[in-house]
């Protein structure tokens, strides 16, 4: 079985996890990534922000790869990704009034 690591903790890599934030969601911990769920009707949304080996990436945007060191609970990181949820909030009221 191959692992990767998510704040410091070992957590296996499954073949059905398509990306990162299903890994972070299979082992219980939480992330937001509202275009994620909504298939990005309205666009990216960049809430699932992440460090992946040291570089800010979306999760959403990755694979599980053996041997990553996955960073989510940081405070510059949770701060950032509730600052782009609100961003992408108002984005999405908007577009609606538009469709
Ligand atoms: S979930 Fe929206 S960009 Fe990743």
Redesign the pocket.
């Known amino acids: 079985m191959e692992y990767l690591m998510i704040d410091e903790e070992k957590v296996d890599i499954s073949d059905k996890d398509k990306t990162l ?1 299903d890994t972070i969601r299979r082992c219980k911990k939480s992330i937001t ?4 769920k909504t298939m990005r009707k309205f666009g ?5 922000l992440v460090e992946i080996d040291g570089e800010k990436k ?4 990755n694979s599980p790869e053996p041997n990553q060191c996955i960073t989510l609970n940081r405070n510059d990181l949770t701060q950032e990704r509730k600052k782009k949820v609100v961003a992408f909030k108002k984005h999405v009221e908007m577009m609606e009034k538009y469709m």
Request: proline letters at 7%; hydrophobic letters at 30%.
């Open positions: 934030v990534a509202p275009c994620y990216t949304c960049n809430s699932c979306l999760a959403c945007g």
